[in-house]
C-alpha cells in the first residue's frame, strides 16, 4: 500500500490564485483530515470527512472548500490564496471508531506571495 | 475538550530511556491519550495510544497515572532517529463523527550521541 499520498508536494502562489491539493488514500478508510501547520506551531484540522459525500468543518475552515467523491480521494480547494494561507498541509485518514489511528501523507509546502 | 501540556523539550542520550510527560487534568472519562511524533518536515506517525490502563507496543510504552489526569511516553531504548517532536492528545468526539486531534506545540526531544 502507497497508503496516504499529496500532491504537490512544494508550490508558490501569488495572492489571488486558486488551487487544489490533492490528497488520496489507498486504505479503504472512511475518515479523512486536512490539517495545516504553521511554522514551530502544532497542527489545526481545516475540515474533516467522515465517508464519500459527507464533509465538516473543522476549527480553521475560511478560505478553503473541501468534496469527497469517491472513499479514496479527498482534494482540499483554496479559492483566493492569501498570505495566511502560507503553510504547511497534511491530509491524514482513518479507518473508523473510537481510537482508532489516523496515518498521515508527506505533507504540501505552500507558499502564497 | 482536555487540553494537554507537555514541556518545551528535552533532551536524551542515545541507548537510554526517554521519558516524555503529558499533563491531562481536565481529562473526562470516554477520552482517550494518543501520542503521535513528526520528525523534521515529515507528517506525524502514530506511536501509541491509551484509556487508563498502561500500553506497551514495538516502538514505546504508555503509562497512565490512576486517576488519568497525567501520562508518560517511554521510549526504552532512544536512538538517534527517535529526534522528533512528540504530541501528547486528548481526543474529543464530535457527535460521535470523527476525531479531533487537537494537535499542541508537543515536545521536542533530542536524542544525543
Known amino acids: ?113 | 475538550d482536555a487540553k494537554t501540556t507537555q514541556p518545551t523539550s528535552m533532551d536524551c542520550a542515545e541507548g537510554r530511556a526517554a521519558n516524555l510527560p503529558c499533563n491531562h487534568s481536565t481529562i473526562s472519562g470516554n477520552e482517550y491519550v494518543y501520542w503521535y511524533r513528526q520528525i523534521h518536515s515529515q507528517g506525524p506517525q502514530y506511536i501509541i495510544h491509551g484509556l487508563k490502563n498502561n500500553e506497551t507496543n514495538e516502538m514505546a510504552s504508555l503509562i497512565i497515572t490512576e486517576d488519568r489526569k497525567s501520562s508518560t511516553l517511554i521510549l526504552p531504548h532512544a536512538t538517534l532517529r527517535d529526534t522528533a517532536v512528540y504530541y501528547c492528545i486528548v481526543r474529543v468526539a464530535w457527535d460521535n463523527y470523527g476525531q479531533n486531534f487537537v494537535f499542541g506545540p508537543g515536545t521536542r526531544l533530542s536524542v544525543l550521541p
Open chain 1, 1 to 113: 500500500n502507497a497508503g496516504v499520498t499529496q500532491t504537490p508536494k512544494f508550490r508558490i502562489l501569488k495572492i489571488g490564485q486558486s488551487m487544489t491539493l490533492q490528497c488520496t488514500q489507498d486504505m479503504n478508510h472512511n475518515y479523512m483530515y486536512w490539517y495545516r501547520q504553521d511554522p514551530g506551531m502544532g497542527l489545526k484540522l481545516i475540515y474533516y470527512s467522515v465517508g464519500a459525500g459527507i464533509t465538516d468543518k473543522g476549527e480553521v475552515p475560511n478560505g478553503y472548500n473541501v468534496s469527497r467523491s469517491t472513499t479514496e480521494d479527498f482534494p482540499l480547494r483554496l479559492e483566493l490564496a492569501a498570505p495566511s494561507q502560507t503553510s504547511v498541509y497534511f491530509c491524514a485518514s482513518s479507518h473508523e471508531g473510537q481510537g482508532d489511528e489516523q496515518y498521515f501523507g508527506p505533507g504540501t509546502r505552500l507558499t502564497v506571495t
